[in-house]
Each structure stands twice: as C-alpha cells, then as structure tokens.
C-alpha cells in the first residue's frame, strides 16, 4: 500500500477546507501539461510512504522492493508545500435551495468542527452516541416521541490535520421544517446544560467501545491505520489511547466536551426542499436574520 504523497494529501485537504467546488470551467482549465507537471512535482519518493502486508519473506521482500524502487528518482520541481491557513467558519444562518417538486425537506446542520487529536475527542464521540442511533435521543425525541422525522443524526466528524465538522440533519415533511430544526437545536441545548445520566453514558461508551473490533477487521485496514498515524504524526498506538479514554469518560467530560466544542450560535442550517409548503417559513426560526437562496444550477460549458 502506497499512501498518497503529502504534497497530494496537503493539496487535497485545502481544496477541501476552501470548500473548491469542481464546475465545468475549473475542469476545462486543466490540461495534459498541467496534470503531467504536477504528477512530477508531486508524486516522488521522498514523499511516499511505502507499506506492505501479507505472508511473506522479509528479506525477499526488501530485495523486490530494492529492484523497483530503489532507483526511482522525482524529476522537475517538488510542489512546495505550505501548512494549511487556520481555516476558520466564514458564514453562519439559515440557506435554503428552493426545490418546489419535493413533497419533503432534506435538512442539513452544522458547524465547523475540530481533529482528532483534541483532548476531549473521546467524550465527544462518547456524546454522538448520546445523540444518535436507534436508541439516541434525536431517534427517541425528534423522531419517534414528536414524529418529526423520517431521519435524524447529529454527530462530530474530526479529520486529522485540520477541522472537520460537526454536522447533523434528517428528512421531514415540508410543514414540519421548522419544528424538525427547533427539536434539533433543542437536544443540543441539552446535552450542552445537563450532565448524561449514568444508564445513558454507560450505554453510550459501551456502544463505542463494541465498535472498536471494526478498526481491525482485515489485515490491510490496519497497515493503513498504521501509516495513516505515521503521515500525521499521530502516536503509533493512537487508537488504544483513544479507547482507554473512552472507558475513562465521566458524565462530567462530556458536558465539558459539548459546552466547549458545540456553539448553536455558529450553526449553519441548509434547507432543500419546497419553500411555499414550509409553514410556518424559515424566518421564523430567527426574525432578525436573513434567510439566504442558494442557486445550484450548474452553469453550461462557457458560460
């Protein structure tokens, strides 16, 4: 397995924090020269990770690897790499996409969210699984007590090297929009101001734990784990720290994980679906702040 070079990886990862949209003049831009010159610049030894895994003899394999590899030089230019600016939340409030064909609303809440190697990583995944799954309180309340929703989720989605997110959502009827948004937002308050019972949390950090065997369900998943945690610097063992601070996460860690990474305050809320049918409207939900239209039609070629 051949990880990804990290000019590549750096590469892809900004794309993706300054949300780089693909449309038809960005990929009309590209030329052969242009992907020729950056394979060259970018896909080079000193940049690759190298790993290998199965039922072999080491030495033969080292030996193999000499014959292959062992004269490959990069040409051209590497791509210089910079870190990553701090990647900060440029928008908040409420967007729609205005869909009047749909009988239902497609929902979608969020904020920026943080890495992997956050202190309190562990009580906030331990906090997911208060929110979430068939027994989580967005099922139980939003879904099956207020019936509300078709689907609802919450959950903390961190990435390695920079800030993932936290982001939730779910499908519901067009007139139930915006009670579905207030009963969201409601549990989030929640499991910002009061500490999880004892019977929930340990229900929560059993579920995580049970789930740990899916780290390791073939021998390839965990070569690449292992040289994932070398390219980010993580510690080797970086998945059994984690599961011993589940095991160790009080009431208290998650009431703190939630008060300081979950900020309602920050929330951007994305509608799709049939604005007319929503009663009562989107702008209810904040008076003072403006409701945004968002146009997705894909411009044409040479538009």
């Given at each position: 397995m051949i990880l990804p070079p990290a000019s590549f990886v750096s590469w892809s990862t900004e794309l993706t924090a300054l949300r780089r949209i693909i449309e038809y003049a960005t990929v009309d831009a590209i030329d052969r020269d242009a992907i020729e010159q950056f394979y060259r610049a970018s896909i080079r030894p000193e940049q690759t990770i190298l790993g290998i895994v199965g039922d072999f003899d080491s030495a033969g394999m080292k030996r193999l690897i000499e014959q292959h590899f062992g004269a490959w030089q990069g040409s051209g230019t590497p791509l210089a790499v910079a870190p990553l600016p701090p990647v900060e939340q440029a928008k908040m409030g409420l967007f729609t996409v205005d869909q009047p064909?749909?009988?239902?609303?497609?929902?979608?809440?969020?904020?920026?969210?943080?890495?992997?190697?956050?202190p309190d990583h562990a009580a906030l995944n331990v906090m997911n699984e208060v929110l979430n799954g068939f027994g989580g309180r967005l099922f139980n309340e939003v879904r099956s007590r207020q019936g509300l929703a078709y689907s609802v989720y919450a959950f903390w989605a961190p990435r390695y090297d920079y800030p993932g997110l936290f982001i939730g959502g779910?499908?519901?009827?067009s007139a139930a929009t915006v009670p579905f948004i207030r009963s969201v937002e409601a549990e989030l308050q929640r499991i910002r101001t009061e500490p999880v019972p004892n019977e929930e949390l340990a229900q929560a950090k059993d579920s995580v734990l049970n789930s740990f065997v899916f780290n390791f369900q073939s021998p390839d998943q965990t070569l690449a784990r292992l040289i994932r945690n070398e390219y980010y610097d993580y510690p080797a063992?970086?998945?059994?720290?984690?599961?011993?601070?589940?095991?160790?996460?009080?009431?208290?860690?998650?009431?703190?994980?939630?008060?300081?990474?979950?900020s309602p305050d920050q929330l951007v809320i994305l509608v799709v679906g049939?604005?007319?049918?929503?009663?009562?409207?989107?702008?209810?939900?904040?008076?003072?702040?403006?409701?945004t239209s968002i146009d997705v039609t894909i411009p044409k070629p040479g538009a």
């Amino acid at each position: 397995m051949i990880l990804p070079p990290a000019s590549f990886v750096s590469w892809s990862t900004e794309l993706t924090a300054l949300r780089r949209i693909i449309e038809y003049a960005t990929v009309d831009a590209i030329d052969r020269d242009a992907i020729e010159q950056f394979y060259r610049a970018s896909i080079r030894p000193e940049q690759t990770i190298l790993g290998i895994v199965g039922d072999f003899d080491s030495a033969g394999m080292k030996r193999l690897i000499e014959q292959h590899f062992g004269a490959w030089q990069g040409s051209g230019t590497p791509l210089a790499v910079a870190p990553l600016p701090p990647v900060e939340q440029a928008k908040m409030g409420l967007f729609t996409v205005d869909q009047p064909q749909l009988t239902q609303s497609y929902i979608q809440i969020g904020h920026l969210g943080g890495q992997l190697n956050y202190p309190d990583h562990a009580a906030l995944n331990v906090m997911n699984e208060v929110l979430n799954g068939f027994g989580g309180r967005l099922f139980n309340e939003v879904r099956s007590r207020q019936g509300l929703a078709y689907s609802v989720y919450a959950f903390w989605a961190p990435r390695y090297d920079y800030p993932g997110l936290f982001i939730g959502g779910g499908e519901t009827q067009s007139a139930a929009t915006v009670p579905f948004i207030r009963s969201v937002e409601a549990e989030l308050q929640r499991i910002r101001t009061e500490p999880v019972p004892n019977e929930e949390l340990a229900q929560a950090k059993d579920s995580v734990l049970n789930s740990f065997v899916f780290n390791f369900q073939s021998p390839d998943q965990t070569l690449a784990r292992l040289i994932r945690n070398e390219y980010y610097d993580y510690p080797a063992d970086f998945i059994f720290q984690f599961q011993e601070q589940v095991q160790a996460t009080t009431a208290e860690d998650v009431l703190s994980a939630a008060q300081a990474r979950l900020s309602p305050d920050q929330l951007v809320i994305l509608v799709v679906g049939n604005q007319a049918e929503i009663q009562p409207p989107l702008s209810s939900l904040a008076p003072n702040q403006t409701v945004t239209s968002i146009d997705v039609t894909i411009p044409k070629p040479g538009a």
